[in-house]
């Protein structure tokens, strides 16, 4: 009678690892790539990411997806750029230390392992509705969230039109999770 306790017991656990749809991020990778003078790309990267997803393929309808980055982390690898960046002209770190993203609504895309979330992203004072294709892998209690998506840095007062900045940001996400 107890090894059969025991053995429920650790059938529990694992059936709660490998159903539950909870995901901790364990690591991120976001990164950035911008048009810039004379033809060249101006990239770099943000980090300081926290957030919390409930993500579960069989209903996306309750899928949840929240996340912030810490503006200051912002990193193209120029400390004079990025000095610049941090500033008053473009992300104003001080007064908008956060940058925010939540789900809004997931769908399914047109092929396996693929979605298309709706989420509201805010930067600055700004929040628009974007929407990002995605996907998602999962293996065992661990899963893969890939994105890559465009924005106007105009459309959130991230500096003003020039003929030497890009207007199109393109960002990349990589968020490899583990299930808890």
């Known amino acids: 009678m107890y090894y059969k306790s025991i053995f429920t017991g650790i059938l529990l656990i694992f059936s709660h690892l490998t159903l539950s749809q909870n995901w901790k991020v364990a690591s991120n990778y976001i990164t950035f790539k911008i ?23 069989n209903q996306l309808t309750k ?9 200051r982390t912002i990193d ?23 940058i925010l993203i939540t789900s809004t609504k997931i769908e399914h895309g047109t092929k396996e392992n693929e979605y298309i979330g709706s989420f509201d992203l805010t930067i600055k004072s700004t929040t628009k509705s974007i929407k990002i294709p995605f996907s998602f892998i999962k293996i065992t209690n661990s899963g893969q969230f890939k994105a890559s998506f465009q924005i106007n840095r105009l459309d959130f007062d991230i500096g003003e039109s020039s003929a030497l900045l890009g207007d199109t940001v393109t960002i990349f996400v990589t968020l490899n999770t583990v299930a808890l």
Not at 63 to 71: G, H, V
Not at 81 to 94: I, P, W
């Open 35 to 57: 048009k810039h003078a004379f033809g060249s790309t101006a990239e770099g990267n943000i980090g300081g990411f926290s957030g919390s997803i409930y993500f579960d393929t």
């Open 63 to 71: 899928t949840s997806m929240n996340a912030s980055l810490e503006a």
């Open 76 to 98: 193209t690898g120029l400390g004079l750029r990025d000095k610049t960046l941090k500033g008053v002209k473009y992300f104003e770190v001080e007064k908008f230390p956060k």
